[in-house]
């Protein structure tokens, strides 16, 4: 089985449970912290992801972790059966595919936009209002700086994209006049 498709199936495990007992944004927010911890400390995340330490030390990070982060007793549980059955590595993916059953529960489209320079907050809000418009549901925008398309911006949301940099019109233009439609 593919580790997305593992990483599914724990991330709507989780969110079953979450749904069932109230507790989705704890879960959220407790699944947050073990991903952006593992993360930062990749040490321990191959620790925690390697077959030869032992379960024991496993169970003891886990358990620090869980003093310091106070997570909620169920989360608990779902974080020691993923080092039980040695599903820590999917951490990240079952974050992100968490987060996806969140925003289709709480009717969010999640937003990537690339522009050559920062967009004022103002523009940033008319953005944010004009996507919301084409998706039918709240947008959270995510802005990234990226000099290299020059001019414009590039929108990313769900499996559509919309380029409008100068970058993807000059290079449409190289293209015509290489195949000689442009003279």
Request: charge should be negative; glycine fraction near 8%; proline fraction near 3%.
């Amino acid at each position: 089985m593919t580790n997305i498709v593992l990483a599914k199936r724990y991330a709507r495990a989780l969110f079953s449970i979450g749904k069932e007992t109230g507790e989705l944004k704890d879960f959220f927010n407790d699944l947050s912290s073990v991903n952006k911890f593992l993360l930062e400390n990749p040490e321990i995340n191959i620790a925690l992801s390697s077959p030869i330490f032992p379960l024991a030390e496993k169970k003891n990070i886990v358990s620090q972790m869980d003093n310091a982060f106070g997570f909620k007793p169920s989360f608990s549980v779902f974080l020691g059966l993923l080092i039980e059955r040695g599903r820590v590595g999917l951490m990240d993916q079952i974050f992100n595919t968490f987060q996806e059953f969140m925003d289709d529960e709480m009717g969010i489209v999640r937003a990537r936009v690339k522009s050559a320079v920062t967009l004022s907050g103002e523009l940033d809000a008319n953005l944010s209002d004009v996507l919301s418009k084409i998706a039918g549901k709240k947008v959270e925008v995510e802005l990234q700086e990226d000099p290299s398309i020059i001019a414009g911006m590039v929108v990313s949301m769900g499996d559509k994209v919309w380029d409008g940099s100068l970058r993807n019109q000059l290079d449409n233009i190289r293209q015509s006049l290489m195949r000689g439609e442009i003279r």
